[in-house]
């Protein structure tokens, strides 16, 4: 059974770093692509950023620049290297896998707080 593990969040000043992690088990993880997508009080969930399986990247254009995905297949765990980050980055931020469209696995979720 697939199952995404997220973990790193928490709260963080404006200006500064986090660093998110997602373990996944039960899927053949170097095939699938991954994604980060967040979500804030009273807004739809949103594509953050993606990396395929082949390692090509993808970028919301609010957050190119600042964040940065990246996979490690030996360890089966996708990152989100968060930085400069804002108020309005503050959301709970989801991991997710995929074979094809859509995204068939997601996580638990994990919560990013932005003081300001």
């Known amino acids: 059974q697939a199952q995404l593990v997220e973990s790193g969040g928490g709260l963080v000043q404006a200006g500064g770093s986090l660093r998110l992690s997602c373990a996944a088990s039960?899927?053949?993880?170097?095939?699938?692509?991954m994604g980060w997508h967040r979500q804030a009080p009273g807004k739809q969930r949103e594509l953050v950023a993606d990396?395929?399986?082949?390692?090509?990247?993808n970028y919301a254009d609010s957050v190119k620049g600042r964040f940065t995905i990246s996979r490690d297949n030996a360890k089966n765990t996708v990152y989100l290297q968060m930085n400069g980050v804002q108020p309005e980055d503050t959301a709970v931020y989801f991991c997710?896998?995929?074979?094809?469209?859509?995204?068939?696995?997601w996580g638990q979720g994990t919560q990013v707080t932005v003081s300001s």
């Open positions: 997710a896998a995929r074979r094809w469209i859509p995204w068939d696995y």
């Open positions: 039960g899927i053949t993880f170097s095939n699938h692509d």
């Open positions: 990396i395929t399986s082949r390692g090509i990247t």
